[in-house]
């Protein structure tokens, strides 16, 4: 499943960064996730609350925030929200090139 090797992604990344500043527990991992990163919010929590048990992370919450897509026109250069992934600038046509929205990665860890 897709959703539990992100989990494993995230667990070794606090895990890693609790060893190198020796802290004891992992209280939170907080996440960018970008609208079109293809996570399921709902599967991933499942996952990682099945991955930290019996690890310093166990009980640890996970905080998804979502990034909305944004694009840039290549012809113009305005930058907008891309709704129902409509990649044509309403200005003038041209094709909106992806600036955000596709990110997912660790924003901080809170740990003790
Ligand atoms: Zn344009």
Request: charged share 50%.
């Given at each position: 499943m897709h959703e539990m090797a992100i989990a494993e992604g995230i667990l070794d990344i606090a895990l890693d960064y609790a060893r190198k500043n020796e802290?004891?527990?992992?209280i939170k991992a907080a996440l960018l996730v970008g609208e079109m990163a293809g996570v399921e919010s709902e599967s991933l929590a499942f996952c990682w609350s099945a991955l930290v048990k019996g690890t310093i992370a166990e009980g640890a919450s996970l905080a998804v925030t979502r990034v909305p897509l944004r694009g840039r026109c290549v012809a113009c250069g305005r930058e907008r929200l891309v709704a129902r992934y409509n990649f044509i600038c309403p200005d003038c046509g041209g094709t909106l090139e992806i600036i955000s929205g596709r990110e997912l990665r660790v924003d901080y860890l809170e740990m003790e």
């Open positions: 802290a004891k527990r992992i």
